[in-house]
Structures are given as C-alpha cells and as structure tokens.
Nanobody, 122 residues
Framework: QVQLVESGGGLVQAGGSLRLSCAAS????????MGWFRQAPGKERQFVAA????????GYEDSVRGRFTISRDNAKSTVYLQMNSLKPEDTAVYYC???????????????WGQGTQVTVSS
C-alpha cells in the first residue's frame, strides 16, 4: 500500500501561482511513477502531468504545458506540481497518484490521494 496526501491547494487570482505537494508513505516511493490529475465539477478526471521514477517527465496535458512543472524528490518521498499563470479553467480538485507503469492513463494508477481544491478567480 502507498498512502498519498496532497497539500498546497487554495484560492488564487488569475495569473497567480500555487505549488502542490504530495507526500507518500508506505511502499518504496522510487518504485512508482507519480502523476497529477484533476477533476472539475461535472467533468471527468483529467491527466495533468506525470514523472518517472528517475525524475524525467512523461508529459503534460496540452493546456498546462509551459505553465505547470512536475518534479519529485525521492529523498523526501514527495512529488510537486508548480502551477504558474493560473487560469479560471484550472479550477478543479487536484489528485496525485502512483503507478508501477510509466503511463498517463488514470486506469493504470493504483494509489490515489484524497485531493486538494484549487480555485482560480477571474
């Protein structure tokens, strides 16, 4: 089992920044690819970004590429999502997740956090 706890969400004005963190405990953090997903009200869960065990990125969702950066600190068992130039359409609950595969598919992620709310006001 891997337990994931997100933090860092909140309310921010358009154009602002937030940094999300996801702390992992349980099984070896370095055994998993880590991903960030988001779900807005009335919409399906959407891939945002993912990072391999080595720290190299798998990719970003098109609308966040160039504004968001995913990273991980294996020594701290933590994955981060730096979000800059935030837009109202970024408003969603953001989830981190762990997968034994290098993948962007939500169905391949075995462990999920509870989520953290990000609200961007216009």
């Amino acid at each position: 089992q891997v337990q994931l706890v997100e933090s860092g969400g909140g309310l921010v004005q358009a154009g602002g920044s937030l940094r999300l963190s996801c702390a992992a405990s349980g099984r070896t953090f370095t055994g998993y690819t880590m991903g960030w997903f988001r779900q807005a009200p009335g919409k399906e869960r959407q891939f945002v970004a993912a990072v391999r065990r080595s720290g190299t990125t798998i990719g970003y969702e098109d609308s966040v590429r160039g504004r968001f950066t995913i990273s991980r600190d294996n020594a701290k068992s933590t994955v981060y999502l730096q979000m800059n130039s935030l837009k109202p359409e970024d408003t969603a609950v953001y989830y981190c997740a762990a997968s034994p595969l290098d993948t962007a598919l939500a169905s391949n992620y075995m462990y999920w956090g509870q989520g953290t709310q990000v609200t961007v006001s216009s």
